[in-house]
């Protein structure tokens, strides 16, 4: 069975190379956002499994391949903005990276590496990409995606994570029906630094698949 990755949003296919690595002999599929490079979506025909890291669960819920048997988030969300009552980062926050974002990406992305403690991926950024996905997280709703979603669905996350608060992490998936939730020490890129312990939560999610 095919294992396809989406990674989130400033990042790259790369993201997931310390992941892939503890993962001998799997069948792998990797999305490509377009951020820094030509994009690339999931043509994935026939029973899969997806693994996506942040804005990538909303990515996929907007567009899974028709055969995705199971879902681990890693560091995902369903909704990030505040709205309804949902728990939430406001609004605000997307629009001043918006506003950077037109004239200096570079200095976007440096920063927002820099409160993650990652590095900012190679390559040209396309700014027109990496505002639509600002755009998407700032407005996109996937809970009622999440709520039909018919599958094994595992939300894991860095007990640290700078962006999802404790609130928000209770609040993702809230109606999936057969979500599994874990915590684990470390940030929201658990792929780069804990790569290890998202391979072992594959692992699992083929079981329950």
Known sequence: MKIVFVHGWGFGPSLWDGVIAHLP???VVRADRGYFGAPEWLAVDGPCLAVTHSFGA???LGDAPQGCRGLLAINGFDRFTAADGHAGVHPRVIDRMI???ESDPAAVLRDFHARLGSAVPAGTPDAARLHDDLLAMRDGDRR???AAWRAPLLALDGAD???LFPDM???QFAAAPYVERATVAGGHVLPLTHPEICAAWIERLRVAA
């Open 25 to 27: 002999d799997v069948d």
């Open 58 to 60: 909303m990515a996929l």
């Open 99 to 101: 506003a950077r974002l």
């Open 144 to 146: 009622e995606a999440s």
């Open 161 to 163: 994570d700078p962006l």
């Open 169 to 171: 992490r209770a609040a």
